[in-house]
């Protein structure tokens, strides 16, 4: 899985709550831990905490955001781990606001930490949520989840959601010469959806349809997964159950965090960025 993690750390203590997430999932996964400063070296303070991690330290003068992606981009197979302080409300417009800029310029795997509220204390994961909805990308995330989930002991929940297109939808796409709404009427037809519509499968047999492949894919890890199928808006379905199951790690694929798509109303990975009552682990795709 992960060989390194990068930990960003200003030496607060909130960076203190993502330090301490990054150490426990590197021990967890027998991965090298690097804690990374960006400006003037602080010196001890710094040393210490790396000791008590037995992690390894970076300090470079620069923005925070380009100089952990840039040291994250030199490891192999590296997660980059980052404070959730910011993300949510007003502040996360903020030019300056870290954890959301970097979320949108990562090129590796990012994991967020919820910081706010603080945990009472930061151990293993508990809990796994995922979103399918029958892309590849999304097919990548189950998989991650699985495996990360086998190696922490736990099951993951895989969360399907569903909405019919709305009249007004369905004339939009009876315009298009390809006709695309015969697509919704077909049991098979969630490897073709319009990208446009990812996470607004039809109906349940459809949604049930993408779950049976996401339990396969998780099968390969030697998990079982709860498979769920659910009906309401994707991210805000995703939110709801983390909540009513008491997960405290949801899995996401980047798709659309990037550019101009980000600011889109239906942006699932962006949404539940900002709006998880959990960390998020948001896993870098190129499609």
């Known amino acids: 899985m992960y060989k390194s993690i990068v930990a960003g750390t200003d030496l607060s203590t909130t960076a203190k709550i993502a330090t301490d997430r990054a150490a426990n999932l590197a021990h967890k996964l027998d991965a090298k831990l690097y804690l990374v400063h960006a400006g003037t070296d602080p010196g001890d303070p710094l040393k210490e905490l790396a000791g008590e991690y037995g992690a390894e330290v970076v300090v470079k003068e620069g923005p925070p955001v380009d100089?952990?992606?840039?040291?994250?981009?030199?490891?192999?197979?590296?997660?980059?781990?980052?404070?959730?302080?910011g993300?949510?409300?007003?502040?996360?417009?903020?030019?300056?606001?870290?954890?959301n800029k970097v979320s949108h310029h990562a090129t590796t795997d990012l994991l967020i930490v919820k910081t706010d509220p603080a945990p009472e204390h930061v151990g293993d994961y508990r809990g796994i949520l995922v979103g399918a909805d029958g892309s590849s990308t999304a097919?990548?995330?189950?998989?991650?989840?699985?495996?990360l989930a086998k190696r922490l002991g736990v099951a993951p929940i895989i969360v399907t959601a569903y909405q019919p297109p709305t009249e007004q939808e369905l004339k939009r796409m009876r315009s298009d010469s390809q006709d695309p709404v015969a697509q919704w009427g077909s049991?098979?037809?969630?490897r073709s959806t319009p990208e446009e519509f990812r996470w607004r499968l039809a109906d349940a047999a459809q949604a049930e349809d993408?779950?049976?492949?996401?339990?396969?894919?998780?099968?390969?890890?030697?998990?079982?997964?709860?498979?769920?199928?659910?009906?309401?808006?994707?991210?805000?379905?995703?939110?709801?159950?983390a909540k009513e199951e008491d997960v405290d790690l949801m899995v996401v694929g980047s798709v659309g965090m990037t550019g101009a798509k980000r600011f889109a109303l239906g942006n699932v990975p962006n949404r539940v960025s900002h709006h998880a009552p959990t960390d998020v682990l948001i896993l870098h795709t190129t499609s």
């Open 187 to 190: 049991s098979k037809t969630t």
């Open 210 to 241: 993408v779950l049976e492949r996401a339990a396969e894919h998780a099968s390969r890890f030697g998990v079982k997964a709860d498979v769920r199928a659910v009906e309401g808006a994707a991210a805000e379905t995703l939110i709801s159950v």
């Open 139 to 147: 097919m990548r995330a189950v998989e991650i989840a699985s495996d």
């Open 67 to 85: 100089v952990l992606i840039e040291q994250t981009e030199k490891l192999d197979s590296a997660l980059l781990v980052v404070g959730s302080v």
């Open 87 to 99: 993300m949510s409300g007003a502040r996360r417009f903020l030019l300056g606001n870290v954890p």
